[in-house]
Structures are given as structure tokens and as C-alpha cells.
């Protein structure tokens, strides 16, 4: 009933990058044992790669747990792009004997907050557990920063946080 996601993104280009992202698989091994809780996992997280990495090099990530069964989505955030969740149901029904009961959902999105030190930065970092609800007929979103830095993105975002217009995608 319960899995963990992230999203990371270290500073920079090329091998250093995708070396620093086989590392953080590692890191995140280690802490295994912690991870349920996205506050605790996400300081350790920073603590092990102020270690490693040399200024100025650091990530952004979050990183969190889907509780299907509290039906809400747990994370820890350290500068990345805000999570969101999204409904994409209008109305729900429900089946009683031989009745048939509709009633009406709001259909939108609701931003999680992103904003937290980037890790590598300082051992000091406190990275507290947030919440968004996930009930049946949400959709979580995580993107990297290449999502909002791609041209174009304010008509994405647009036809992303209005799913009732007519042949809008998301």
C-alpha cells in the first residue's frame, strides 16, 4: 500500500552528473531502513552528499511515499519543482441497492511546495515532510526543472492545470 518516488537532478553536465545520480542509488541504499519517513531519508540524503560533492556542485531532488491506503503522498522537497496533483473526475457514482447517487468532484490541480536548500550545500539543512492528498482519480506529477525550462511551457502549463478543456492533454 505503500511506494517510494523521487525526482533528482544534480547540477551540471555529463559524466560527473550521471556518475553523481549511480552514487545517490547508493546513498539511498544505505538509508533503507528510514525509508518511510521523507523528512529523515532526504537529511541524510544531504548529509552523505555534502561529503561528496565539491562546490559548486549540487541537486535538487524529492523525495517521497504514496500511502494508497491514507490516500495522500508524503514528501520531502530541497528546491525542485513544486509536486502536483491533479483530478481528472468530474462526478463519481455510487451504487446503493438499485439507486444510483452522482456527486460532483472539483476537477483541478492543487501544487505541493518544492522549495527546501539544494542538497550538497550545508549539513545543517532541515527538509520537513509535506503533504498532498491522493484519493482515487488523482494523478501525481513530478518533473525536473527541464520540464518548466522547455519553450512553450506556459501553454503546457495552462492546458496541464485546466483538464475540463475540450481536447486539453496532460
Known amino acids: 500500500d505503500r511506494v517510494a518516488v523521487y525526482t533528482v537532478d544534480f547540477s551540471g553536465h555529463g559524466i560527473s552528473s550521471a556518475l553523481n545520480t549511480f552514487r545517490l542509488q547508493s546513498i539511498l541504499d544505505e538509508h533503507s531502513q528510514i525509508a518511510d519517513d521523507p523528512s ?17 556542485h549540487f541537486a535538487t531532488m524529492i ?9 495522500q503522498f508524503d514528501y520531502a522537497a530541497s528546491a525542485s519543482v513544486s509536486p502536483a496533483t491533479l483530478n481528472l473526475i468530474g462526478h463519481s457514482a455510487t451504487l446503493s441497492g438499485s439507486e444510483q447517487a452522482t456527486t460532483d468532484i472539483k476537477v483541478g490541480t492543487e501544487w505541493g511546495d518544492g522549495s527546501g536548500l539544494p542538497l550538497g550545500i550545508s ?5 520537513a515532510t509535506r503533504t498532498l492528498t491522493l484519493t482515487p482519480g488523482h494523478m501525481l506529477l513530478l518533473v525536473s526543472d527541464a520540464f ?20 486539453g492533454t496532460v
Open 40 to 56: 529523515r531519508l532526504l537529511c541524510a540524503v544531504n548529509k552523505s552528499l555534502c561529503d561528496m560533492l565539491t562546490p559548486p
Open 148 to 167: 518548466v525550462e522547455t519553450p512553450g511551457f506556459n501553454s503546457a502549463k495552462t492546458t496541464m492545470c485546466d483538464p475540463t478543456e475540450k481536447n
Open 123 to 127: 549539513k545543517s539543512a532541515f527538509y
Open 63 to 71: 523525495y517521497g511515499v504514496i500511502n494508497k491506503k491514507a490516500g
